[in-house]
């Protein structure tokens, strides 16, 4: 019997089959969970639909999160759908392609509102809206990076927003536990060639150096952010919430 078997699972910001929130949506599907996917427009629902099926979900729902009425018809989708959901992952983040580059301070207050918006506010606002529907003693996953913590050449604004959803995990922790022993995490990950890595400036060099001075001396896949993402969410992790878990092979505790 899978880690899963019998859980629902909310995946949201597939992209295509090399992002992260596939690599979590193939291990949760393996491991017997009942999957639900987002798209944002017709563009990306082209490339979720198949990915859908792929795992025998049916539960394909239009939900851009900058939007309260969408993120609405998101919930009664799924109250409709399942009645209640276990697990919901948010692997939604944009910056204006413009501010990853460059230098920091740059930004305009609309681009900076903008990324705070879909990176950050989001995942409160999925959180909040699906607690109802939400069991107890459920999870949710967000995504973040490294750039939260120190600062990370081109990442500018992304940093920025990172560093807030981080807090919000630490928040949303506190507030779910206490109300529903609800478990709130992110993972940290390393870099990794995805549609949305594309937008960082030199995105490259990052890569390499990361790979260079990571003590395993490697870059991570998706199915490993997979498997930590996994753990998260099972039972395996019931003693962990607020954390903010690194999957990039160790290149976060290197100081030169």
């Known amino acids: 019997m899978g880690l899963l078997e019998g859980k629902k699972a909310l995946i949201l910001g597939v992209a295509n089959n090399k992002s992260i929130a596939y690599g979590i949506a193939k291990n949760f599907h393996q491991e017997g969970a009942e999957l639900g996917f987002n798209y944002l427009n017709e563009k990306i629902e082209k490339r979720v639909r198949p990915i859908a099926e792929e795992f025998g979900s049916d539960l394909v729902v239009k939900c851009d999160v900058s939007s309260d009425d969408d993120i609405d018809n998101l919930v009664k989708a799924v109250k409709e759908k399942w009645g209640s959901v276990d697990i919901i992952v948010h692997s939604i983040a944009y910056a204006n392609k413009e501010y990853l580059e460059g230098y920091y301070y740059r930004v305009d207050r609309q681009s ?22 939400m069991n107890e003693g459920g999870s949710l996953l967000t995504l973040s990076y490294y750039g939260a913590e120190k600062v990370v050449y081109n990442y500018n604004v992304m940093g920025v ?14 507030d779910l536990g206490e109300l529903k022993k609800i478990r709130v995490n992110a993972i940290s990950a390393g870099p990794i060639k995805t549609l949305a890595a594309s937008g960082i400036d030199q995105f490259s060099h990052i890569l390499k150096t990361a790979e260079e001075r990571a003590p395993l001396k490697k870059s991570v896949t998706i199915d490993e952010v997979g498997k930590a993402a996994l753990f998260l969410c099972s039972d395996l992790g019931t003693g962990v919430t607020g954390e903010i878990l690194y999957v990039d092979a160790g290149y976060h505790i290197i100081g030169m």
């Open 112 to 133: 900076f509102l903008q990324a705070m918006d879909i990176s950050v506010y989001s995942f409160t606002a999925i959180a909040r809206e699906f607690l109802p529907i």
């Open 161 to 174: 927003a990172k560093a807030a959803l981080e807090a919000s995990v630490k928040y949303l922790a506190r």
